[in-house]
């Protein structure tokens, strides 16, 4: 298990959303790099970025940004938002970014999955966004009419890295992650899953750790920590304590 904290992008800025809504975000600096840094230094050993402009227009907007974060820190970055095609996935490779996270266009073009799993083995992760257990895409602004695991079942044989699963309900909110759904996802595919959304608590970081044995290999956590109601060390410390017990 592995503690990832999120820098999310609008505008060039460190912000944080309210359940994906651009009109509802909180500023918390005006240098993303920065942030990305004092994540690095206090134990993170991966950032989870997402171009939020990019995620609801469908192409790269913060590229620069993006970029200073790569060239400031030395830990894997995993970016998503607004990656829609293979020249964008090798562009941001090209720029140093270690994990791709597409979300949009593997509910519309599955076909592309496949080729850029094949193109990069073992770097293509998929985002599931779920709201009632209903997939969203176009940056949670468009509702589809697809189970998020029905979704996640498709990618099982292509290779993916890992899927990327948020409760859109619980993101941004601090109100703990909805650990039976994140369960009932985890255990029903073959894919290692990420999870994110809700994580307000060492308490939350604490259930999630059970949710090991059924493929759940890493934590994202955004507001809380911004928030100042988790502190990353201790966070990896509780997952660091949990590995040396097993």
Not at 133 to 153: H, P
Not at 197 to 208: N, Q
Not at 210 to 223: D, N
Request: a negative charge.
């Amino acid at each position: 298990m592995i503690i990832i904290p999120a820098v999310d992008i609008k505008g060039g800025l460190c912000v944080r959303l309210e359940q994906g809504l651009m009109n509802r975000e909180t500023i918390f600096s005006d240098h993303p790099e920065q942030m990305a840094l004092q994540w690095e230094r206090k134990g993170a050993k991966r950032l989870h970025i997402i171009d939020l402009d990019g995620a609801v227009h469908g192409k790269a907007f913060n590229k620069k940004v993006i970029k200073n974060v790569v060239d400031t820190v030395s830990i894997p970055v995993q970016l998503g938002g607004g990656i829609r095609d293979l020249d964008t996935i090798e562009e941001y490779i090209n720029l140093g970014i270690d994990k791709i996270i597409i979300g949009t266009v593997a509910y519309k073009t599955p076909k592309l999955i496949e080729m850029a799993c094949k193109r990069y083995p073992g770097r293509i992760i998929i985002a599931i966004d779920s709201k009632d257990n209903y997939v969203s895409v176009e940056g949670w602004t468009e509702s589809t009419g697809i189970i998020a695991i029905d979704l996640a079942k498709r990618f099982e044989d292509m290779g993916v890295n890992s899927i990327l699963y948020t409760d859109i309900k619980r993101d941004g909110m601090k109100k703990g992650p909805n650990i039976d759904a994140i369960r009932e996802f985890a255990k029903d595919i073959n894919i290692p899953v990420i999870a994110a959304g809700g994580v307000s608590a060492l308490r939350d970081i604490e259930d999630m750790l059970q949710l090991e044995k059924y493929g759940v290999s890493g934590i994202i956590i955004g507001r809380a920590l911004y928030d100042g109601l988790i502190k990353i060390e201790e966070a990896v410390d509780v997952v660091n304590e949990r590995s040396r017990q097993n």
